[in-house]
């Protein structure tokens, strides 16, 4: 296992990220609501096991990543990869929060272990996958691929995983399959926005995402176990997440707990929730505008610093058309965007 580290220097002091800029922002009002709150409460016994460090309370720690084992690649020419450190720790993981640090913040304590994963429907075999079962059994391979928020913001991230496609052939599905339905956990005792439709933001939860099968059995769409050479961190989808690197991020489900194959083309979280917004495809592309943004360039989160904050051209199908631009002959892409 080897894992080619491209970026050894991290941003020096004076070359702050937006991202940097937004953390420190944000944990300053964080210490500014702790100092109102210690103040508020220094009548309080437990104010002096905090400030100690012998609170009862354990603190909320990272939880451990696990090294895994899989066949390595070269990053592809003309890509770098963005720093483990920003892919980590700006987010969209709705279950935890809206705020790009809230998965960070508040999925540390996620329970992964064990994890089924359950495959059913249209499907001569039905059966349940113990998740970190597969990780060791499943040849893994990295992919590193461009990822591409529908938010305008795009990272390159080296995924650890297996196809989707051959993973799903073991169930072998029937002839009726026609699109994969994907589930995420629901546990509102450990998800938080599944508590709060607010902290949620309105999604119907479970979340939910849906792939046509020659999607799905596409070779590039890969059920991801490990970024940066390790296991998944929870706010990245831990234990298992879909990546489909032509579409926008929001169809990459996260902590996946099933898989339906069906005959219908099933509902997806952001479609129900704004549908004019948010298509069932969701294929990246520069000339179909988000009703309220642009989407012919974006913002890519890599090694640089505030100075060097780069836009960059969106491409067609997040630059993967010659692979799967196939798929959509004949299509509107307008219509069925
Ligand atoms: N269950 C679930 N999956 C999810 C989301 C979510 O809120 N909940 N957000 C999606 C969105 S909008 C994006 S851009 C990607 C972000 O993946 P990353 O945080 O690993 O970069 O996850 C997608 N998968
Ligand atoms: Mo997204």
Request: net charge negative.
């Amino acid at each position: 296992m080897l894992i080619k580290k491209r970026f050894a220097s991290e941003p020096s002091e004076a070359r702050v990220t937006p991202e940097d800029v937004y953390l420190n922002r944000r944990r300053f009002l964080q210490i500014s609501a702790l100092g109102t709150g210690l103040a508020a409460s220094s009548a309080h016994a437990g104010l002096f096991d905090f400030l100690s460090g012998d609170s009862d309370e354990p603190a909320a720690k990272p939880s451990e990543r696990k090294p895994l084992d899989f066949r390595s690649t070269q990053t592809p020419e003309g890509l770098t990869l963005t720093p483990e450190s920003k892919a980590t720790s700006y987010n969209n993981f709705y279950e935890f929060g809206t705020d790009k640090t809230d998965p960070m913040n508040n999925s540390q304590q996620l329970d992964i272990e064990p994890w089924t994963l359950s495959v059913e429907g249209e499907v001569e075999k039905p059966g349940k996958v113990d998740v970190w079962e597969l990780m060791n059994s499943a040849q893994l391979e990295e992919r590193i691929y461009r990822m591409r928020c529908v938010e305008a913001w795009s990272m390159v991230i080296p995924w650890v995983g297996l196809e989707l496609g051959s993973f799903l052939k073991r169930f072998a599905p029937t002839s009726r399959a026609r699109y994969v339905a994907f589930e995420t956990l629901y546990d509102p005792d450990q998800m938080p926005g599944q508590r709060n439709r607010f902290v949620g933001g309105g999604i119907d939860y479970p979340y939910v995402e849906g792939l046509r099968m020659d999607e799905a059995m596409h070779p590039l769409t890969l059920l991801s176990v490990g970024i940066y050479g390790k296991t998944l961190p929870p706010q990245n989808g831990a234990p298992i997440r879909l990546v489909v690197p032509w579409k926008y991020g929001f169809k990459g489900i996260k902590s996946i707990v099933r898989i339906r194959l069906v005959e219908e083309m099933p509902p997806t979280s952001w479609n129900r929730l704004a549908a004019q917004e948010y298509g069932f495809y969701a294929n990246v592309n520069p000339e179909v505008d988000h009703p309220r943004w642009s989407q012919a360039s974006e913002r890519f989160i890599g090694p640089g610093g505030f100075f060097d904050v780069t836009r960059q051209p969106t491409l067609p199908f997040n630059g993967y058309g010659d692979e799967v631009a196939s798929l959509y002959r004949n299509m509107d892409l307008r219509k069925y965007y």
